[in-house]
């Protein structure tokens, strides 16, 4: 089992940026596929994006396209989330995600971060 900690959400104007991280707990950090999820007020919790073991792959919903970055050190058993350019509709609570299969980090990762706030004002 992984323990994860989301922090660096905040208020920010939209073309703001954001950088979220998140910590995992075990030193096997590296086996796990990481991933980012959002849920907004009243709707249901979305697929953000997700990053590969060893970070050679990552992949995005298209709503962020362009405008998101997933990254992770495996050296610090972190994953970011560079948000830039934010608008009013990345408003949601942000959950960091792991799960061992690249399949299911996209779509029902095991393991869940608390998640932090992340607001964008207009």
């Known amino acids: 089992q992984v323990q994860l900690v989301d922090s660096g959400g905040g208020l920010v104007q939209a073309g703001g940026s954001l950088r979220l991280s998140c910590a995992a707990s075990?030193?096997?950090?590296?086996?796990?596929?990481m991933g980012w999820f959002r849920q907004a007020p009243g709707k249901e919790r979305e697929f953000v994006a997700a990053i590969s073991r060893s970070g050679g792959n990552t992949y995005y919903a298209d709503s962020v396209k362009g405008r998101f970055t997933i990254s992770r050190d495996n050296a610090k058993n972190t994953v970011y989330l560079q948000m830039n350019n934010l608008k009013p509709e990345d408003t949601a609570v942000y959950y960091c995600?792991?799960?061992?299969?690249?399949?299911?980090?996209?779509?029902?990762?095991?393991?869940w971060g608390q998640g932090t706030q992340v607001t964008v004002s207009s």
């Open positions: 995600a792991a799960d061992n299969s690249l399949i299911l980090i996209r779509s029902t990762p095991a393991y």
């Open positions: 075990r030193r096997t950090f590296s086996t796990y596929c």
